[in-house]
C-alpha cells in the first residue's frame, strides 16, 4: 500500500539521482586531440595549458576558457575548440606566420604583429629579411617599408637587412654584401629609379660595389670596394 508505493518511489529517486550524477560527473575528458600539425606548437604545449581542466566533465567544458589558453601560447593566432562524445576535445590550432625577423630577436607577421621565439626557432627563419628600427614607432615607417619591400621583391631583390636611422634614413643590405643608401626623402621614388639602371649594370659592376648612395635628386653614386 501506501509504504510500498513511498518505497518505490524513493528507488526511483535514488535511481534518477545516480543516472543524473553519472550523466554529469561520468563523461570524463580522456582525449585531447590535436586535429592539425602546428609547424611549433607541439601537443605538450597544448595539454600544459590545459592541463587544470583534463579531469572535467565534458559536459563542463568551459570552450571559452579553453580557447583563451590555447591563444595564449607564443606561436597560437587563433584556435578552434569543439568537444566530441563521449570523451573527446578536439583543438584545431592556426599560427602566425612570420614574414620578417625583427631586430634580431623577434618574428613579426605580415600584419606587424611580433613574437618572441626560441633562439632554437629563430634560427629556422634566418634567411628571412631582418628589420633594424629604433627610435620611431614602427606604424609611421610600415607603409613606406612596405613599399620598398615590393618594389625590391619585383626586381627580384631579397634584402637580408633593412634598417632605418634617424639620419641617413632607410638602408638597405642585399645578401652578397652591397649596401643600398635610398635616405628618408621620395625613397620610393628613387628606389624605383634605381631598379630600371640596375638591370643595365654588368655582374662586374655589382660585384665590385660596395654602397650605392640613393640620396641624390637626379642620379646616385656607387663607391667600389
Same mark, same amino acid.
Given at each position: 500500500?501506501f509504504?510500498?508505493?513511498?518505497?518505490?518511489?524513493?528507488l526511483?529517486?535514488?535511481?534518477?539521482?545516480?543516472?543524473?550524477?553519472? !550523466?554529469?560527473?561520468?563523461?570524463?575528458?580522456e #582525449?585531447?586531440? &590535436?586535429i592539425?600539425?602546428?609547424? %611549433? *606548437?607541439?601537443?605538450?604545449?597544448?595539454?600544459?595549458?590545459l @592541463?587544470?581542466?583534463?579531469?572535467?566533465?565534458?559536459?563542463?567544458?568551459?570552450?571559452?576558457?579553453?580557447? #583563451?589558453?590555447? $591563444?595564449?601560447?607564443? !606561436?597560437?593566432?587563433?584556435?578552434?575548440?569543439? +568537444?566530441?562524445?563521449?570523451?573527446?576535445?578536439?583543438?584545431?590550432?592556426?599560427?602566425?606566420?612570420?614574414?620578417?625577423r625583427?631586430?634580431? $630577436? %623577434?618574428l613579426?607577421?605580415?600584419?606587424?604583429?611580433? !613574437?618572441?621565439?626560441?633562439?632554437?626557432q629563430?634560427?629556422?627563419? #634566418?634567411?628571412?629579411?631582418? /628589420?633594424?628600427?629604433?627610435?620611431?614607432? !614602427?606604424? /609611421?615607417?610600415?607603409? +613606406?617599408?612596405?613599399?620598398?619591400? $615590393?618594389?625590391?621583391?619585383?626586381?627580384?631583390?631579397?634584402?637580408?637587412?633593412?634598417?632605418?636611422?634617424?639620419?641617413?634614413?632607410?638602408?638597405?643590405?642585399l645578401?652578397q654584401?652591397?649596401?643600398?643608401?635610398?635616405?628618408?626623402?621620395?625613397? *620610393?621614388?628613387?628606389? @624605383?629609379?634605381?631598379?630600371? *639602371?640596375?638591370?643595365?649594370l654588368?655582374?662586374?659592376d655589382?660585384?665590385s660595389?660596395?654602397?650605392?648612395?640613393?640620396?641624390?635628386s637626379?642620379?646616385?653614386? &656607387?663607391?667600389?670596394k
Amino acid at each position: 500500500g501506501f509504504v510500498q508505493r513511498i518505497f518505490i518511489s524513493a528507488l526511483l529517486l535514488a535511481g534518477i539521482s545516480f543516472a543524473l550524477t553519472l !550523466w554529469l560527473y561520468g563523461f570524463k575528458v580522456e #582525449q585531447v586531440l &590535436l586535429i592539425n600539425k602546428p609547424n %611549433q *606548437v607541439t601537443s605538450n604545449d597544448i595539454l600544459d595549458v590545459l @592541463k587544470p581542466f583534463d579531469s572535467d566533465s565534458l559536459l563542463f567544458v568551459d570552450l571559452d576558457e579553453w580557447t #583563451q589558453r590555447a $591563444e595564449s601560447l607564443t !606561436w597560437v593566432e587563433s584556435a578552434e575548440i569543439k +568537444t566530441h562524445w563521449p570523451n573527446q576535445v578536439h583543438i584545431k590550432l592556426n599560427e602566425y606566420e612570420p614574414a620578417y625577423r625583427w631586430n634580431s $630577436e %623577434q618574428l613579426m607577421d605580415v600584419s606587424g604583429y611580433r !613574437w618572441t621565439p626560441t633562439m632554437a626557432q629563430l634560427a629556422q627563419y #634566418q634567411d628571412l629579411t631582418n /628589420i633594424l628600427v629604433e627610435g620611431t614607432p !614602427w606604424p /609611421i615607417l610600415e607603409p +613606406t617599408f612596405k613599399a620598398l619591400y $615590393e618594389v625590391a621583391q619585383s626586381s627580384l631583390l631579397t634584402p637580408k637587412l633593412v634598417e632605418y636611422e634617424a639620419v641617413i634614413g632607410w638602408k638597405m643590405y642585399l645578401p652578397q654584401g652591397l649596401e643600398i643608401r635610398v635616405g628618408k626623402r621620395d625613397v *620610393v621614388e628613387r628606389f @624605383k629609379r634605381f631598379t630600371q *639602371v640596375l638591370k643595365k649594370l654588368s655582374e662586374d659592376d655589382l660585384k665590385s660595389a660596395k654602397i650605392i648612395d640613393l640620396r641624390y635628386s637626379n642620379g646616385f653614386t &656607387l663607391k667600389t670596394k
